[in-house]
């Protein structure tokens, strides 16, 4: 295309903003891109400046993003606007870009090409087999938290010399001799887990100049999304790399920075203009998703925050229906109202079950609406339930490719040497471990010179010879083979599928066949559509893959998934359900500023995913709160009344007598502030604060310990101790 065409074309499809953004010539860029406001549009019409106006080689581009789904959207919208003239540019997420950059350079710190990445299963298992070997069983932290703690200083490039030595208590102690062997065993096994992608990545780099020299002067323009989610490792990656040209554009919203929980960094797109004097900064506000009715509430909500960059969204389209509250008794009748809504709206508005999503903070949560939903009839999807690459079934015949590509990948060997069963106990793997370690060498060489092993009595070491053999055989054909061909091979070789029609009833374990014939397919059409179709390609990608990249926008069913979950998408009808105090906001977030601040994003996220309407939802009373009435959210006293609209709860009426009253009447003369009160869940407390009356009366309580709760008289079960 010609350049003058191509820039009157930029000029005809983007607004002053967006063309702003796109066509800044070089240096550093800022963008802050507020929820529906094209971001994917800019990035994408940027790349394609710096090749069709500036003449960048795509060669020397790198565009970084957070999810394979995003990836994968920039691809393809690139492919639209250049054809082949965009290869050899690197659109990844940060762990396939890392991955792919230790694939190439990684053998200077000790790891050969084929490492295996492990995810939190294999990381956690391998953390349990470092307690058991340091006999630290009985120890606290238990090893899930362990596993927490040793992610979260990876994010902060702490490494365990570092570790150790700051360590001021028995935990960190603890913590600090565990992160130090599963490090080892990582090294060992020829595998890194998904902090260590970042970190070594980080390492790479700033123990090999010449290697970080390579990639600076290869990627001449770096584009990265989402920059209100990089954590402190992904921050030091990207400096690292524009340090020199500073040719670095980042996209991202503050507003929709939900992440710290797992070490995003909200300061590092807040303080990009202190990391780069004089860099451009474009606020792109036109909204294309949503009424202005939902702009202008999620935007009072989230003004509320200290910690943030001002921008307000406006769209050029309809004003939009009110916002609907839905005030429910407890959980089911909440889950009943929104299937109610949903269903109507459905044959009203002629939509389909996929214009539909319903969100809720805690994963918990979905049991209720599950329920409402199956008495109904009415399909539905679950995004960020047990995902397909996590069952058991599949990572069994992952863990037979896995070792096939790197025998060394000791987590995965251990799962599957005696699946299906052939004999091969704890003993056996006890002996043959410390046979291993004694003669260093891995856990793989081992199994395949267990003749030499004198520990081991000839029955065992025909067992293993049987099974090292089977092995050997896979791993001659890999090179043979197709990777679905070869896994068809490994799944009937190990009789697998007759393996899981004797361990599960008959329902159960066809489900179970069911998914392993998927993983075929889904070999098969990896195979189809990549340039490499390999089998180590392929396992890298399934390792990579998150919960929205299986998922399908067009399938004819309901979605349900957490806040988390819905970022970066879309619906026509948006339903947020649980709306409590405690529970979103979460109780244990509304004693922190930063952490109150969050959650207030995450509820600017849920609404800002609604193109048209949007239902909030609330129990008078949820069975997790025990006893303890629950109170409405204050984000919801935070939208303006007049973007409101707030059904009456059908039922309330018929559940309370006037008996009932007369007793809140009687309770709200006693309770007055100062009153002591005892309460069977929080103990002694005293009254600070009084609102409402009937029904609706609510007291604030100091308990012991300076615990303050809030709490709906009629559902609490107090005691009145006197001043």
């Not at 960020?384 to 863990?399: C, H, Q, S």
Request: aromatic share 8%.
């Amino acid at each position: 295309m010609d350049k003058l065409d191509f820039a009157q074309n930029l000029k005809n499809q983007l607004n002053p903003a967006q063309y702003e953004a796109v066509t800044h010539p070089q240096g550093p860029l800022l963008i802050f891109a507020g929820a529906g406001s094209g971001k994917t549009r800019v990035l994408t019409n940027r790349i394609a400046h710096l090749v069709e106006t500036l003449r960048v080689d795509p060669y020397n581009i790198l565009a970084v993003t957070f999810t394979n789904k995003a990836a994968g959207e920039m691809n393809q919208r690139l492919e639209k606007l250049l054809g082949r003239q965009f290869q050899g540019l690197w659109v990844s997420t940060f762990h396939s870009l890392c991955a792919r950059i230790l694939r190439f350079d990684g053998e200077v710190l000790g790891y050969k090409k084929n490492f295996s990445i492990y995810d939190q299963d294999d990381s956690l298992s391998l953390i349990k087999r470092c307690y058991k070997e340091l006999g630290m069983q009985d120890a606290n932290p238990a090893p899930g938290i362990c596993a927490v703690k040793i992610s979260r200083a990876k994010d902060r490039l702490i490494y365990p010399d570092e570790y150790k030595s700051s360590a001021s208590n028995l935990i960190e102690r603890n913590v600090a001799r565990v992160y130090e062997r599963y490090q080892e065993e990582l090294l060992a096994s020829n595998a890194l887990d998904f902090d260590d992608l970042i970190m070594k990545a980080v390492e790479l780099f700033r123990k090999f100049s010449e290697i970080l020299d390579k990639y600076r002067q290869r990627f001449l323009h770096i584009l990265v999304d989402e920059y209100q989610d990089t954590n402190h490792a992904q921050y030091v990656l990207v400096n690292l790399l524009a340090a020199e040209h500073k040719n670095l554009c980042v996209v991202g919203d503050d507003d929709q920075s939900i992440y710290g929980w797992r070490g995003a960094d909200i300061s590092n797109i807040l303080n990009f203009e202190k990391d780069f004097p004089g860099a451009k900064v474009v606020r792109l506000e036109q909204n294309y998703r949503s009424t202005q009715t939902i702009l202008t509430a999620a935007s009072a909500v989230v003004v509320k925050n200290v910690g943030r960059s001002p921008k307000k969204l406006w769209t050029e389209g309809e004003v939009g229906e009110k916002l609907t509250i839905l005030p429910t008794e407890d959980e089911s009748r909440e889950a009943i109202a929104v299937v109610e809504k949903l269903s109507g709206l459905r044959s009203t508005d002629f939509l389909t079950l996929s214009d539909f999503v319903i969100l809720y903070r805690t994963n918990a949560q979905s049991r209720s609406l599950e329920e409402a939903l199956r008495r109904t009839g009415i399909p539905y999807e679950i995004v960020g339930g047990v995902r397909f690459y996590e069952r058991m079934e599949i990572k069994d015949v992952l863990a037979y490719l896995r070792v096939i590509v790197n025998p060394s990948d000791s987590v995965s060997l251990l799962r599957i040497i005696n699946v299906p069963k052939r004999g091969i106990g704890p003993q056996t793997i006890s002996k043959l471990q410390k046979w291993a370690d004694s003669e260093k060498i891995s856990f793989y060489e081992a199994l395949i010179l267990s003749e030499d092993n004198p520990e081991l009595s000839q029955n065992v070491k025909k067992k293993l010879a049987d099974f090292g053999k089977l092995a050997e055989s896979f791993k001659k054909k890999a090179g043979e083979l197709l990777p679905e061909k070869l896994a068809s091979e490994v799944i009937e070789k190990t009789n697998y599928l007759h393996h899981l029609e004797e361990a599960f009833p008959r329902e159960e374990a066809e489900s179970r066949i069911d998914n392993v014939k998927e993983l075929v397919s889904a070999v098969q059409e990896f195979s189809e559509r990549s340039e490499t179709p390999t089998l180590e390609a392929f396992l890298e990608e399934v390792s990579l893959l998150t919960d929205i990249d299986r998922w399908d926008p067009e399938s004819d069913k309901v979605t349900l998934m957490t806040l988390h979950s819905a970022k970066g998408l879309e619906f026509p009808v948006v339903f947020i359900t649980g709306l409590e105090e405690g529970l979103f906001p979460l109780s244990r977030c509304m004693e922190s500023r930063e952490e109150l601040e969050e959650e207030r994003r995450l509820f600017y996220v849920g609404l800002t995913r609604a193109k048209e309407r949007v239902f909030l939802s609330y129990a008078f009373r949820r069975r997790r709160f025990d006893d303890v009435g629950s109170l409405r959210s204050q984000f919801l006293e935070e939208i303006p009344q007049e973007l409101v609209e707030e059904q009456k709860p059908e039922r309330l009426a018929e559940v309370y007598s006037q008996q009932e009253l007369k007793k809140y009447a009687a309770a709200e003369q006693l309770l007055e502030i100062g009153i002591r009160v005892y309460h069977d869940s929080f103990g002694v407390g005293k009254i600070i604060e009084k609102k409402g009356a009937g029904e609706n009366l609510t007291v604030t309580v100091l308990f012991e310990g300076y615990l303050k709760k809030k709490i709906m008289v009629k559902y609490a079960n107090m005691e009145i101790l006197g001043h």
